[in-house]
């Protein structure tokens, strides 16, 4: 992991990028409940392959100039089975994002008249439930990264960004919480995170969509 991110630009507010991946893995831990070896390492490794792809096909002695850029996230989930076995990469898979401008170009090719960056955030909230389908753990990590982001913007100065970071994050935290808050739910987690992201979805997001009458808690809209 430490190899992987070595060389990535560091966060926004600064910070080495090695720290995020580190905050993931605690948290998934410690508010969601992951507990497992491979749940871990997947929490770890949650942006090695969407991010440094590359990077993990040469930590394997290999050359990713002589593999096709489409096959280097196969490649790269390859060296993770390898490495940490094949339920870590199947996690990992599912909390890698697909190419969000391949999908909106395609579907602009298709005839959406919309916006590009609202067919992406479509994307973006249909891979997100998409992994609560797929695997309970590897959503519990997706929660925990979703909240390293999703759950700061109040840090970030008005603006475009954060107009930007509301619109593609609002309707995910919104359906969040409704989702977690439901009684039927079978995905639980700790109060901390269910309390904090309804304040930050009350205070930062709730205004930013326009919807100030609709509440994510009410499970019945």
Partial sequence: MFKAHASQEPRPNGE???NH?????????????????????????????EDQA????????????????DSWSSAALGVIGERFGASCARMVALLTNPDFDVYAEGAKE???????????????????????EADEEAFKIKLADFSENALSIQNLE??????????????????????????????HVSETFLNRAITIYDSCYKEALSDRASDPRDTQS
Avoid: Q
């Fill in 54 to 69: 590359s990077t993990l096909i040469r930590i394997e002695g290999d050359n990713p100039t002589t593999i096709s850029p």
């Fill in 21 to 49: 991946p580190l905050r993931v893995a605690l948290r998934s831990i410690t508010e969601f409940g992951v507990i497992t070896c491979d749940g871990i390492c997947a929490a770890l490794l949650h942006d090695s392959v």
């Fill in 110 to 132: 298709a005839g959406d008249t919309r916006e590009v960056v609202d067919i992406k955030n479509e994307a973006y909230f249909r891979h997100f439930f998409e992994i609560s």
């Fill in 158 to 187: 008005a603006g475009s960004k954060k107009d930007k970071l509301c619109k593609k994050y609002g309707p995910v935290l919104k359906e969040v919480i409704r989702l977690l808050s439901a009684p039927e739910t079978p995905i």
């Fill in 16 to 18: 080495a990028y090695i």
